[in-house]
């Protein structure tokens, strides 16, 4: 069989697509690129650039009439917020890549809603308080800040994305958009905002995810 | 009376399970990872831990599978195989270039694939162990895992594709699908195809 004319081509190929596979796996961001060739390919599936990540069976839905958003704990005057109510705070706007740590980004996501500080302002923090914890309608997803990092000027509650009011998927009627942070620090369909002494273990955390989730350079950022 | 039909044996027991165990497993990984995968799926479906649970323990048992295959099957057999389809001669080479050229047990097109696939199976499972771990423990968490992971299914779907449409549509070569089957096939599609592997058959001890 292994006549003097034979060449190991099946071996060749076979060895040649692993090395291109972990030189992939090692090298990095190169590969973002080359993985935008596939975009309308993907676009055409309905694949968006967007993972949606749940950790309960059924995501939860928002019924306006009923929704309430609570904020208690270490405050003076705790709250709570119907959604026309949390609609009529001012708004605001930030244009910002969002970060996943699991390695992929969506670029210039548009988000709109009320800045985090502003409804501290409202509810006001007692002395005491030295965290956020944010409780999601998906239950047991949850996750903290520190309240230095929730007075942060770029921390939105958003209730819209690219101009259209949040998506089921995306966590409506409202979501914490962290932009300097991993997504999973941005809790969706967030129901309950406690004031607490210290940062409260989060659901990735208890995972063995970091507590402070900054971007920093990673994902392709410089 | 006509003539009974000649069925020439091609593929070994050992052989067609590990074809079946690997395409069972890829159609299941491939499901519940689109469901995983894309956003519409993923919100029609929800239950993702459920969908995560039945990717990762059906990659586990996959893996398992070929493993206890090539261990209990027919190892000399197999090793045999995995030689031939290594090794490409001159008319090999030819049919790669598009010329007609007389085709040993597996064609040039069918030993590339064979290939790929395999080393695509590789990469799969080192991608995915590392998606695994690295939700485990950061050290093992890489940005690009995910988006080797996602590339690969891309390329296996468009292999699948091609290997479908050649063993169950195209008329010429949809034959072939029975020895994978039933290990057989008819000795003049075996002859018309296959033609080096059926003349070395039939001539005992010419391996």
Known sequence: MDASDSRPYGRRAFLGVLAAGFAALLGGHPLERVGQLLTPVEGALGFDGWRIYTVASTMPRFERATWRLRIDGLVERPRELGYAELLALPQTSEVRDFHCVTGWSVPNVHWRGVRLRHVLDAVGPLPAAGALRFVSAEIPYEDSLTLAQARLADVLLATHMDGRPLSRAHGAPVRLVIPEMYGYKGVKWVERIELTGQPATGYWERRGYDLDAWVGRSNGRV | ?207
């Open chain 2, 1 to 207: 009376m006509s003539e009974p039909t000649l069925y020439v044996g091609r593929f070994s027991r050992s052989e067609r399970t590990l074809h079946w165990v690997h395409a069972c497993a890829f159609l299941v990984l491939l499901g519940s990872g689109l469901a995983l995968y894309l956003p519409q799926l993923a919100e029609r479906i929800g239950r993702r831990p459920l969908l995560k649970d039945v990717h990762v323990y059906t990659a586990v048992a996959w893996l398992a599978a070929i493993v206890a295959i090539v261990v209990l099957g027919d190892r000399a057999g197999l090793r045999r195989t995995v030689r031939e389809l290594e090794w490409f001669d001159q008319d090999d080479r030819d049919w790669l270039r598009g010329r007609h050229a007389p085709q040993g047990r597996f064609n040039a097109g069918q030993k590339l694939n064979a290939a790929i696939s395999a080393a695509l199976a590789v990469l799969f499972a080192v991608s995915g162990f590392l998606l695994w771990l690295g939700e485990r423990d950061t050290a093992y968490r890489f940005a690009s895992t995910l988006l080797v992971h996602d590339w690969l299914m891309w390329v296996a779907l468009v292999l699948l594709v091609g290997h479908l449409y050649l063993a169950v549509i195209h008329p010429a070569t949809r034959h072939a699908l029975r020895g994978m089957t039933r290990g057989s096939v008819r000795y003049e599609w075996a002859e018309a195809h296959h033609p080096k592997w059926v003349r070395r058959e039939s001539e005992p001890g010419s391996e």
